[in-house]
């Protein structure tokens, strides 16, 4: 099992940044890929991005490709997404999920969520 608590979440304006984490518990941070998911007001929940046990490889949605930026630090078991250049549409809640593969379908541990709101 693994425990995930979301941060980092707030009100920015449109073209500001924003640096969400993760922080992880129950079992070893390294043993998992890790990804970001969000969820908006009557959408359904969609892929962010998502990075590989060691660091190694990423994989990104398209509509946040050169814009946002995950990284992972396992020596203090800790999921980073920095988010640069945001939009309206990048208001959502967004979910820390750790898994076992790279798509969206990996991932079956999800935190609770931190509210990102975009302002234009």
């Known amino acids: 099992q693994v425990q995930l608590v979301e941060s980092g979440g707030g009100l920015v304006q449109a073209g500001g940044s924003l640096r969400l984490s993760c922080a992880a518990s129950g079992r070893t941070f390294s043993s998992n890929t890790m990804g970001w998911f969000r969820q908006a007001p009557g959408k359904e929940r969609e892929f962010v991005a998502a990075i590989s046990r060691m660091g190694g490889h990423t994989s990104y949605a398209d509509s946040v490709k050169g814009r946002f930026t995950i990284s992972r630090d396992n020596p203090k078991n800790t999921l980073l997404l920095q988010m640069n250049s945001l939009k309206a549409e990048d208001t959502a809640v967004y979910y820390c999920?750790?898994?076992?593969?790279?798509?969206?379908?990996?991932?079956?541990?999800w935190g609770q969520g931190t509210q990102v709101t975009v302002s234009s």
């Open positions: 999920a750790a898994g076992w593969g790279l798509r969206p379908a990996d991932f079956a541990s």
